[in-house]
């Protein structure tokens, strides 16, 4: 009886360590996941947030980008933009949170590929924009390129 409590109690124990592992340590294409999740919860906002607040969001959207970022913003109707740093990724946030009344951004669909080295990674993601006051979401496909930089995943690229 005493063996079969044990066994019970190591079973236990295995099971809790590898759920503890795994959330300590996810694997590349769970951490880019969550990364992409939190880049949308940061882009989206409100028409109730104050001006503070729009700033330090601009600022923490900026730093989901490694130092070397190259966007490329095709959005219809509108004209293309690039941007290739951090600064101008904040200035394009906080000029899109003066001219935009509120933005709902949402990814359903993110297909992560992680290369062989685990140094680099690429996510197509369907991304689904609601602006305020506009009728219909903005549906288009994005491609990211991320590297892995002192264990973080920073976009590289985005097209």
Request: aromatic share 6%; proline share 3%.
């Amino acid at each position: 009886m005493k063996t079969v409590q044990r066994i019970i109690v190591l079973i236990v124990l295995a099971a809790l360590a590898y759920w503890l592992w795994t959330i300590l340590f996810p694997s590349p294409e769970k951490a880019i996941r969550k990364q992409l999740i939190n880049l949308t919860q940061d882009v989206s906002f409100s028409a109730a947030e104050n001006n503070l607040v729009k700033m330090a969001r601009a600022q923490v959207v900026a730093d989901f980008f490694s130092s070397n970022v190259v966007v490329n913003i095709n959005v219809p109707n509108h004209e293309q933009q690039t941007l290739a740093s951090r600064a101008e990724i904040t200035q394009a946030v906080l000029m899109s949170r003066q001219t935009l009344s509120g933005l709902n951004v949402k990814m359903p669909d993110i297909n992560v590929t992680v290369a062989p080295d685990k140094t680099s990674a690429t996510a197509d993601v369907t991304v689904e924009a609601d602006v305020s006051g506009e009728h219909d979401a903005i549906v288009q496909e994005v491609k990211f390129t991320f590297e892995r930089v002192d264990g973080h995943w920073l976009i590289n690229q985005m097209e």
